[in-house]
């Protein structure tokens, strides 16, 4: 079939967990299809990558959307009904371009990444249209407002407002919404009937982070992630100022390294304690993953399947987590990876993993157990690949009569 693939996130390189998935996605669909990307960038347009030797038989339409574009909307949202996350990302050259190529007949099938790419979809229902969802941001942000006062106000309340009802009134508009996480299913089933809703996670290219059989540091914990992204910086404060001062009662030579992209200055504030130490923009983040004893991910807050924790598992380092990352990988998630529901319990499954070489070592196989059985990237596409071929014998049938 000929796919147009729709995403907010220019996905070159393939850093972070929205960027692999397109990536991966992208790059199965190449196999048996012919894929054009388009996709809005925020970099200047000599930065654009526009050479795939990975991706052969891609072609690529990029549109700029610059900062201006982006104070427009966000000013424009004000009196739309639209949610701050779906107007934010408007942009007329390319809905343009993408009707034009839709009614040239250029696509047999339209898939649009995230619910900020929805309204591009919207007036095309002759097509068959997928949206690839992949979490709730209504789900996001409602776990949000318990712990950032910058998500309390009447501003927050309008969007979980309109988020709420724009999730559910979206899923009726697509053929098949995808969602990474079990958790994000049941939450869009509380507001939509529609049965359309089709658990696809995030994989991982298991062959890419092979077991780590080598040394590691006995006293080392890791936490890894963009650290910029709101989430991620909450949850590394968090296990410093919470957690570690309990872990290090029992453990005195435990270290808290925090690794990863474009640390603000909230996080690297956080080397005042020496027993804290940030690593800003590390182009490999394995090696540090798999010489650490244990890879936590204190998250309060997100939705989705965490990548990081997929990458740990793979590299044999063992993790724990909160309750709601846990939840995105099932029950088997709950053998393999430890959870820690508050800061004592959260310190007291750490410091089990550091003191135990037994249980590390346990935990270190059923991890990557859980990875080779259920989140190798062909095996989480399988209900993608039977989407496609059903509505690829469809289009045949239609011709035939």
């Keep these: 079939m000929r796919i147009a693939y729709l995403t907010a996130r220019y996905p070159f390189p393939p850093i972070g967990g929205d960027r692999v998935r397109v990536y991966y996605t992208l790059r ?45 909307n966000s000013a424009a949202a004000f009196f739309s009904n639209l949610p701050l996350q779906v107007k934010l990302y408007q942009c007329p050259k390319l809905a343009q371009q993408l009707s034009s190529d839709i009614r040239s007949g250029a696509f047999d099938l339209l898939f649009v990444h995230l619910i900020r790419m929805a309204e591009f979809a919207r007036p095309f229902k002759a097509i068959p249209r997928i949206l690839d969802m992949t979490d709730s941001i209504h789900l996001h942000y409602t776990r949000m407002r318990r712990f950032s006062l910058t998500f309390q106000g009447l501003a927050a309340l309008i969007e979980r407002t309109r988020l709420q009802r724009y999730e559910s009134a979206v899923c009726s508009w697509f053929d098949h919404v995808l969602l990474a996480s079990p958790l994000d299913l049941a939450w869009l089933h509380r507001n939509s009937s529609e049965p359309n809703l089709v658990l696809f996670p995030t994989g991982i290219e298991a062959s890419a982070f092979p077991i780590h059989e080598g040394d590691f ?38 270290e808290f390294v925090v690794a990863g992209w474009n640390p603000p200055s909230a996080v690297r504030k956080l080397e005042r304690d020496p027993s804290v130490r940030v690593l800003p923009n590390v182009p490999d983040l394995r090696t540090e993953v798999a010489q650490s004893s244990v890879s936590v991910a204190p998250m309060r807050f997100g939705s989705g399947i965490q990548v990081k924790i997929l990458e740990s598992l793979a590299l044999g380092t063992p993790a724990v987590a909160t309750e709601s990352v846990i ?51 062909h095996q989480v596409l399988a209900p993608l690949d039977r989407i496609l071929e059903g509505i690829a014998e469809k289009r045949l049938e239609a011709r035939q009569c």
């Design 217 to 254: 540091d006995p006293n080392r914990i890791i936490f890894v992630g963009k650290l910029d992204y709101l989430p991620n910086t909450d949850a590394a404060i968090y296990f410093a100022r919470e957690i570690l001062p309990l872990v290090r009662r029992a453990v005195p030579k435990a």
């Design 28 to 72: 199965h669909m190449l196999r048996s299809h012919e894929v054009t990307l388009y996709t809005l960038a925020s970099a200047p347009k000599e930065r654009w990558q526009t050479h795939h030797p990975d991706l052969p038989g891609l072609e690529q339409k990029s549109f700029q959307i610059t900062k201006a574009a982006f104070a427009w």
């Design 327 to 377: 939840g995105a990988f099932g029950e088997e998630g709950k053998e393999a990876i430890l959870v820690g529901r508050n800061p004592d319990e959260f310190a007291e499954k750490v410091v089990s993993i550091l003191q135990d070489s037994a249980t590390r070592e346990r935990l270190r196989r059923l991890g990557r157990r859980l990875i080779e059985r259920r989140f190798q990237w």
